[in-house]
């Protein structure tokens, strides 16, 4: 079974542009979490997509937005770069929610530099 | 909200020698996961154990057990017999059973280096 493929692995965007990541669960999952990484902040959560339908959001200005789609693949979007949006973008993707989902499960990451 | 807080942001071990990493969280919840997930430098996270706050007994996963404590909130992961391979930074995370989704809370994470 493939794993969590996220796209593309290296961006690097001048700011005030907007980019759009992109994340393909495994295959049966229907959960897409989204993580940043940064060395100061850590992994904070962005959002969560199940079933096409955001269920959770974090902390993150507006500028942060995300979809899923009918396949499960899901897309985050940075509209208006800042310089402190350069960061690691994780995926994850889970099978369910709740107390039947036991694990997340990984991309390898989009690390994005904004100059 | 949720809280973990990771105190060790670097420890050493020597090669086949046995290593304690500590996580304490924050909840009010009686119901969640705990995790300890393992990131390389190839930058891919990888649940190393998973524990149940339901289920007494700590998780065992090879090498790899945990002591949870309920009570204190701590929920530290032992390394048994320390590879080169375990390098590698280790976060403790934790997922709420009682709050709808899969949102993940992160400690700030511990570097482990193991020495040949």
């Known amino acids: 079974k493939a794993g969590v493929t996220q796209t593309p692995r290296y961006l690097i965007k001048t700011r005030g542009q907007q980019v759009t990541l992109s994340c393909s669960p495994i295959?049966?999952?229907?959960?897409v979490s989204w993580y940043q990484q940064t060395p100061g902040q850590g992994l904070q959560f962005l959002f969560e997509y199940f079933s096409e339908t955001q269920r959770n959001k974090g902390n993150f200005p507006g500028r942060f937005s995300g979809r899923q789609f009918s396949n499960s693949r899901s897309e985050m979007n940075v509209s208006t770069l800042e310089l402190g949006d350069s960061a690691l973008y994780l995926c994850?993707?889970?099978?369910?929610?709740?107390?039947?989902?036991?694990?997340?499960?990984f991309g390898q990451g989009t690390r994005l530099t904004v100059v | 909200a949720q809280t973990v807080t990771q105190s060790q942001p670097e420890m050493s071990v020597q090669e086949a020698e046995t290593v304690t990493l500590s996580c304490t969280y924050d909840?009010?919840?009686?119901?969640?996961?705990l995790f300890w997930y393992k990131q390389p430098p190839s930058r891919q996270m990888i649940l190393v154990i998973r524990q149940e706050a339901y289920k007494q007994q700590n998780a065992t996963e090879n090498r790899f057990s945990v002591n949870f404590q309920k009570a204190a909130k701590s929920f530290s992961l032992k390394i048994s017999d320390s590879q080169l391979g375990d390098a590698a930074m280790y976060f403790c995370?934790?997922?709420?059973?009682?709050?709808?989704?899969?949102?993940?809370?992160f400690g700030a994470g511990t570097i482990l280096r193991v020495k040949s």
């Open positions: 909840t009010s919840e009686s119901d969640y996961y």
């Open positions: 994850a993707s889970s099978p369910a929610q709740g107390r039947l989902n036991t694990e997340a499960f």
């Open positions: 295959s049966g999952h229907r959960s």
């Open positions: 995370a934790y997922r709420s059973v009682e709050e709808y989704g899969n949102k993940l809370v």
